[in-house]
């Protein structure tokens, strides 16, 4: 098992919300910090308030959209004399808060898969042969239980409500991700796991939310950390694994 001191971790959409608070416990935690963001002020900005609380972090500027640029990554690492072992998948938009299926345009449903499903798809895509490589990887795909096909399909579920159709789509899809990754790297030591942080005060979880950005980043260091037995290919909530 690597020493968790060595270890380097990548956090996707790390400017603000409950990806800043990950990155930040995860340096707290001892782990070199790969913040990254879209917006390369707004990203460094946030970085240097983490590096003025004397936790170790670096910047990269990320956009998931950007397949050209994920795929140029192991490049610019390499550059950098970094490499990835472990990869939060936070970025995530929701466009579509209030809309109906019948309702939903193409558009919106392309920009929420763009983000939430085909940016996760390529970068783990990219980092795992290095994480095989090296025997090595933890993969945590920021989810939500508002793509539980099982509590969509409960009608009394709270979330079974049937707006924000894109959002769900892409986290559901984003849980198949992880099944099939997970499968994929389990004989390389690489743990890969779906969670909802639950209901969050961020910009996307606004400010009626009952959960601090602290509580909402919680079960992500845990799976970010999991030990060679832990488990994989698993969906949590509050470090308990809950229904697909
Ligand atoms: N808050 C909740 O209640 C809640 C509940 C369930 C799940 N989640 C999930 O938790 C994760 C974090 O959400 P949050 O509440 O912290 O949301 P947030 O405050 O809206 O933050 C979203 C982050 O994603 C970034 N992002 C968006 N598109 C991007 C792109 N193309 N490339 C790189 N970064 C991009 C944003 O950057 P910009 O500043 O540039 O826009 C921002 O840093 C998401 O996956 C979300 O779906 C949140």
């Known amino acids: 098992m690597k020493d968790q001191n060595s270890k380097i ?35 460094e900005e946030t ?13 990269m500027t990320l956009d998931v959209r950007d397949a050209a640029s994920i795929q140029k990554l192991p490049e610019e690492l390499k550059n950098r004399g970094l490499k990835v072992d472990i990869l939060i998948n936070n970025a ?7 809309a109906r299926i019948d309702e939903l345009s193409l558009e919106d449903l392309e920009n929420t898969m763009a983000t939430n499903v085909y940016g996760p798809f390529l970068l783990t895509q990219t980092l ?11 993969v945590v795909n920021i989810s939500s239980g508002m793509g539980s ?12 409500t049937y ?22 790297a389990s004989r390389h030591n690489i743990l890969i796991n779906s969670m909802c942080p ?36 698993g969906f949590f909530r509050n470090k308990k694994l809950i229904p697909w």
């Open 9 to 43: 971790a990548l956090v996707t959409g790390s400017n603000r919300g409950i990806g800043k608070e990950i990155a930040k416990q995860l340096a707290m935690a001892g782990i070199k910090v790969i913040m990254s963001a879209r917006d390369r002020q707004k990203g």
């Open 163 to 184: 707006s924000s159709p894109a959002y769900r789509l892409s986290k559901a899809t984003l849980n198949v991700l992880t099944i099939l990754f997970a499968k994929e």
């Open 92 to 98: 995530a938009v929701l466009l579509d808060r209030t």
């Open 128 to 138: 795992l042969p290095y994480m095989k490589k090296q025997n090595y990887g933890r």
């Open 149 to 160: 096909i099982t509590d969509m399909s409960d009608a009394k579920s709270p979330v079974s």
């Open 47 to 59: 970085a240097l308030s983490l590096k003025n609380q004397g936790l170790e972090v670096d910047f």
């Open 198 to 233: 639950g209901w969050v005060r961020t910009e996307m979880g606004g400010s009626n939310a009952p959960l601090s950005v602290e509580q909402g980043a919680e079960t992500a260091i845990w799976l970010a950390t999991l030990p060679e037995n832990g488990p994989t290919g």
